[in-house]
Nanobody
C-alpha cells in the first residue's frame, strides 16, 4: 500500500489552468502505475488519466484529451495533473490512485487519496 495526498485544487475561471499534485509515501512509488479520477456532485466517479510506472505511457479520457497532461517525478514521489482550458464540466473532486497493475482505466487501483476540490466558474 502507498499513502497518497492530493493538493492544488481550487477555484478557477473557465479557460484557466490548475496543476494538481499527488504526493506518495513509501519507497516503492516508482513501481506503481498512477491514475487520476474525478467525481462530480450526483455523478459516479470517472477515470481521467493514467501513467505507467516509468512515465513512458499515458492514457486519457476522451473528455480531457488535449487539455490535461499527467506526469510523474519518481525522484519526488509525486504525480501531477496539469489541467488547461478548464470547463465548468470539469468541476469535481479529483482523486489520485495507485495500482500495481497496468496503467489503464480498468486497473485495480488499490490505494486512493482523500481528494481535492476543483471548481470551474463559467
Amino acid at each position: 500500500q502507498v499513502q497518497l495526498v492530493e493538493s492544488g485544487g481550487g477555484l478557477v475561471q473557465a479557460g484557466g489552468s490548475l496543476r494538481l499534485s499527488c504526493a506518495a509515501s513509501g519507497r516503492t512509488f516508482s513501481s506503481y502505475a498512477m491514475g487520476w479520477f474525478r467525481q462530480a456532485p450526483g455523478k459516479e466517479r470517472e477515470f481521467v488519466a493514467a501513467i505507467s510506472w516509468s512515465g513512458g505511457s499515458t492514457y486519457y479520457a476522451d473528455s480531457v484529451k488535449g487539455r490535461f497532461t499527467i506526469s510523474r517525478d519518481n525522484a519526488k514521489n509525486t504525480v501531477y495533473l496539469q489541467m488547461n482550458s478548464l470547463k465548468s464540466e470539469d468541476t469535481a473532486v479529483y482523486y489520485c490512485a495507485a495500482t500495481g497493475g497496468t496503467a489503464d482505466e480498468g486497473a485495480d487501483f488499490g490505494s486512493w487519496g482523500q481528494g481535492t476540490q476543483v471548481t470551474v466558474s463559467s
